[in-house]
T-cell receptor
């Protein structure tokens, strides 16, 4: 049963601490996305990778957020230092781009982050 | 960037009723997806429907790409249909999915 796996599912941390969220995309998918969901902003794109290369991270606060794909089976999103306003649900998704066509994207279960 | 608008923002139904949710988008797209976010927060894929009509049980979807809209039909609604329904389309240059603000559906017994 192919699925996107995110860890941890829940994280409570103190302001100023580093937070690392991990995502294992579906095997064979060549695109990975990170989204953040809040009540105020809805689902907003933070970063977008294709073939492990970052294509778009314009939605990500550069001073404290970073996203990487060390290999095809792992994507990471780090926040350092974390702030209370970073509290949200962070989703990872993966998909396949074939030529000019985006095929179906699938989402992980999300990481619920609370920064106190 | 591309704009995605969903209507209505909120919908309350009695169990057994039918409903139609709408998604308008501002530019031509090669992909459109409908998702259901259940009360536990999971984003569940409903349809991948760049054009045409698809059906899955009590749910069906139609996308008219030339007129830049998609419709999601829910028939004989059940309490388990409650949650938020999102449509999403890729931005310009085959970018990642841009989401609408969702339709919050509450089905009452």
């Amino acid at each position: 049963d192919a699925r996107v796996t995110q860890t941890p599912r829940h994280k409570v941390t103190e302001m100023g601490q580093e937070v690392t969220m991990r995502c294992q995309p579906i095997l064979g998918h060549n695109t990975v996305f990170w989204y953040r969901q809040t009540m105020m902003q809805g689902l907003e794109l933070l970063a977008y990778f294709r073939n492990r290369a970052p294509l778009d991270d314009s939605g990500m606060p550069k001073d404290r957020f970073s996203a990487e794909m060390p290999d095809a089976t792992l994507a990471t999103l780090k926040i350092q230092p974390s702030e209370p306003r970073d509290s949200a649900v962070y989703f990872c998704a993966s998909g396949l781009v074939l030529g000019t066509v985006n095929t179906e994207a699938f989402f992980g279960q999300g990481t619920r982050l609370t920064v106190v | 960037g591309i704009q995605v608008e969903q209507s209505p923002p909120d919908l309350i139904l009695q169990e057994g009723a039918n409903s139609t949710l709408r998604c308008n988008f501002s530019d031509s797209v090669n992909n459109l997806q409908w998702f259901h976010q259940n009360p536990w927060g999971q984003l569940i894929n409903l349809f991948y429907i760049p054009s045409g009509t698809k059906q899955n049980g009590r749910l069906s979807a139609t996308t008219v790409a030339t007129e830049r809209y998609s419709l999601l039909y829910i028939s004989s609604s059940q309490t388990t249909d409650s949650g938020v329904y999102f449509c999403a389309v890729p931005g310009a240059g085959r970018r990642a999915l841009t989401f609408g603000s969702g339709t919050r559906l509450q089905v009452q017994p």
